[in-house]
């Protein structure tokens, strides 16, 4: 045989095997962006992802945690540099702020091809298009809302049925019962109930429900303004704070964090305490893990209304939504569209992590239908009111709300076997009023520079 036709014809296969490799579509990264949300934030990330790289074999999801301390300003950095991501974890407060500074893409084009803007919880929708927006820029991934838990052997020791807190006079006079019963569970009296606030975060999302169910809020309906001293807004605070001054939530408390409080009531030392959803999934797989039930606890609606009115609550959470520089936009909103629309993805996440899911249809599953709790979390869901969609609210929640009360904390604590401060109490919510009145105007003031320019 011909030299040269021996080598071509033993040479053929490998020429046809690097043409083949050569027209390989290479794969499309997406980078995500997302917070420490579970215990493992990325192995549980990866395991959600898993079903979307088998159906698009062309995308790879590269992950990324950030931390809740450095976050925001790491986002900031990455949208004036136009070097982020392609799909941003955008906690519900800051979608506002990036919008602003134009960080994230319009999504109006998509959202209804995919459907309607209804897909997503009533006050979760509030977030999508924040205020002074043409654009919806990101949409609802999980909702983080705060139940009430209840001390079963408690209750059932002075025969009440949880079912009868209907409203928060209903709450006060089981608690004023508790207290008068001085019950007694391994040897220690059993607090009422309990609340952290001088040195925990949460502070504003604990007064947000009494609020809000006061029909009061913090700022005006056309958020021109403070509404910090509307007779409803204060009604609700003051209701708050006097479960300290009435002897139910102890003052030992007003020292304590979230994880403090929480452990009390695991240690069966508080009746009532308001936590995150993810608490009932802790208790549960405490249990697993001891073989016993651990607590047996229940959890209602915070009873946070007036006799004869609904409750409306504290709702908070997270969106997801496409940084403006990326270069692979089909494939960020494919990975958009898998991660916020589909109820299986919903579902599952809502399992790993302990928050709800932000899509309507997730909670027509049997788990949420047919499990007491589930319900519970459900009906707080639909009741929610999230914090005013304005780039502005991240200053008056930290700077000014978060700072002022845990002042008023700090007198209230001081305070403690003397004559209850109102006085002090009263001078810190105007000093608060007058503080996000000066932020509004400051921002009125930058809005109204850049149109003239």
């Not at 006060?172 to 040195?199: E, F, R, W």
């Not at 001081?414 to 401060?421: D, T, V, Y």
Request: hydrophobic share 40%; charged share 20%; proline share 4%.
């Amino acid at each position: 045989m011909n030299r040269f036709l021996l080598f071509f014809l033993l040479t053929l296969p490998l020429f046809f095997f690097c043409s083949c490799k050569e027209k390989t579509v290479p794969e499309k990264v997406v980078s995500l962006w997302i917070f420490n949300n579970t215990p493992k934030p990325l192995d549980d990330m990866n395991k959600i992802l898993k079903d979307f790289h088998v159906e698009n074999p062309g995308i790879k999801v590269e992950v990324t945690i950030l931390d809740w301390g450095s976050g925001f300003s790491k986002i900031v950095l990455a949208a004036a540099t136009r070097n982020g991501p392609d799909i941003i974890q955008v906690p519900s407060t800051w979608a506002a702020s990036l919008t602003d500074i134009g960080a994230l893409i319009s999504l109006d084009s998509v959202v209804q091809i995919w459907g309607n803007p209804n897909l997503f919880i009533a006050g979760s929708r509030e977030t999508m298009r924040p205020k002074n927006s043409a654009n919806i820029t990101s949409l609802p991934w999980f909702l983080d809302v705060r139940p009430f838990y209840y001390n079963k052997k408690v209750l059932n020791s002075i025969e009440i049925d949880p079912t009868s807190i209907k409203s928060r006079e209903d709450f006060v006079h089981i608690l004023q019962k508790i207290k008068d019963s001085k019950i007694s569970i391994n040897g220690k009296t059993v607090s009422p109930m309990a609340y952290p606030a001088k040195n925990d975060w949460n502070v504003v999302h604990n007064f947000a429900p009494w609020i809000f169910s006061a029909n009061g809020s913090f700022l005006s309906e056309d958020l021109s303004k403070s509404n910090l001293l509307d007779s409803n807004t204060l009604n609700g605070i003051y209701f708050y704070l006097d479960f300290v001054r009435n002897g139910y939530n102890d003052y030992s408390n007003l020292d304590k964090t979230t994880a403090g409080v929480s452990t009390d009531f695991d240690q069966e030392r508080t009746a009532f305490i308001g936590e995150t959803t993810s608490k009932s999934m802790y208790l549960k797989n405490q249990t697993l893990l001891q073989g016993t039930s651990v607590l047996e606890y229940g959890c209602i609606t915070p009873p946070t209304a007036k006799r004869g009115t609904e409750g409306k609550y504290f709702l908070g959470g997270s969106n997801l939504g496409v940084f403006s520089s990326t270069n692979v936009k089909r494939e960020s909103l494919t990975l958009l569209r898998y991660l916020t629309t589909q109820s299986d993805v919903q579902f599952q996440f809502s399992r790993i992590s302990g928050f709800l899911p932000a899509l309507s249809e997730t909670y027509n599953l049997s788990y949420f239908s047919e499990n007491q709790i589930q319900q519970v979390f459900q009906k707080i869901v639909e009741k929610g009111v999230s914090y005013p969609a304005v780039s502005f609210w991240g200053a008056i929640e930290t700077d000014v709300l978060t700072k002022r009360f845990n002042n008023i904390f700090n007198i209230i604590a001081n305070s403690e076997g003397k004559q209850w401060p109102k006085n002090q109490i009263d001078a810190e919510l105007r000093a608060a009023d007058r503080e996000i009145n000066n932020i509004i105007s400051k921002n009125s003031s930058k809005k109204h520079s850049k149109e003239i320019l």
